[in-house]
């Protein structure tokens, strides 16, 4: 069964500061690979996605992500932070079946920014 | 181009009660999936309906139940409502080509 795991329950960073946000997947095969943003009370926006090819995947806002298959991870990653990223950034995996209408989402990890 | 679209937002029910929860799809997109999403346990992936068809369900008790209409709106239907329901239930639908679902806002059922 496909899993994820977002060590970081909460991240506290300066704004302006480099941010990483860690995420570990087990799946059989080559998955396919989200992120997603959730401010409070709406509904989740898509950051970026992985499928296949370039391992380093760009999204939007500025944020970026690498799928590395020896590590089974894909961290999300901002070089510098705006107060506005303060939000819950999930991680999630779906079968590579065409369509990723089936999603394991990580626990989440609630970033907050300090000014 | 409309995004996916839940009604109602906001609701309050009591135990044993049942509620019933819309969604309708992006425009021309026949497949949408049910996630619930609460504090204790996260996202987690109800059922996905295409064509009118369960495609998919995950592990919930048979109270959840859901169904598709011709014109690709969906429903879902929790009988006999328990506290552990309330949730925040998110609606979905897979971008054609590329399989990205979006999502839409929510509809928040708070149980009494």
């Known amino acids: 069964a496909q899993s994820v795991t977002q060590p970081d329950i909460h991240i506290t960073v300066s704004e302006g500061a480099s941010l990483e946000l860690r995420c570990n997947y087990s799946y059989g095969a080559t998955p396919y690979l989200f992120w997603y943003v959730q401010s409070p009370g709406q509904g989740l926006q898509l950051l970026l996605k992985?499928?296949?090819?370039?391992?380093l995947v760009q999204g939007i806002k500025g944020f970026e992500a690498e799928f590395k298959r020896s590590q089974s991870s894909f961290n999300l990653r901002k070089p510098s932070v705006h107060w506005s990223d303060a939000a819950e950034y999930f991680c999630?995996?779906?079968?590579?079946?065409?369509?990723?209408?089936?999603?394991?989402f990580g626990t989440g990890t609630r970033l907050q920014v300090t000014l | 181009k409309a995004g996916v679209t839940q009604t109602p937002r906001y609701l309050i029910k009591t135990r044993g009660q049942q509620v019933t929860l819309s969604c309708s799809p992006i425009?021309?997109?026949?497949?949408v999936s049910w996630y619930q999403q609460t504090p204790g346990q996260g996202l987690q992936f109800l059922f996905e309906?295409?064509?009118?068809?369960?495609?998919n369900k995950g592990n919930f008790p048979g109270r959840f139940s859901g169904r598709q209409f011709s014109n690709s709106r969906s429903e879902m239907n929790v009988s006999t409502l328990e506290l552990g329901d309330s949730a925040l239930y998110l609606c979905?639908?897979?971008?054609?080509?590329?399989?990205?679902?979006?999502f839409g806002e929510g509809s928040r059922l708070t149980v009494l």
């Open positions: 992985y499928f296949s090819g370039d391992t």
């Open positions: 309906y295409f064509s009118e068809t369960q495609r």
């Open positions: 999630a995996v779906g079968a590579n079946t065409g369509t990723a209408s089936k999603l394991t």
């Open positions: 979905a639908t897979p971008h054609t080509n590329t399989g990205e679902l979006f």
């Open positions: 425009s021309g997109h026949r497949s």
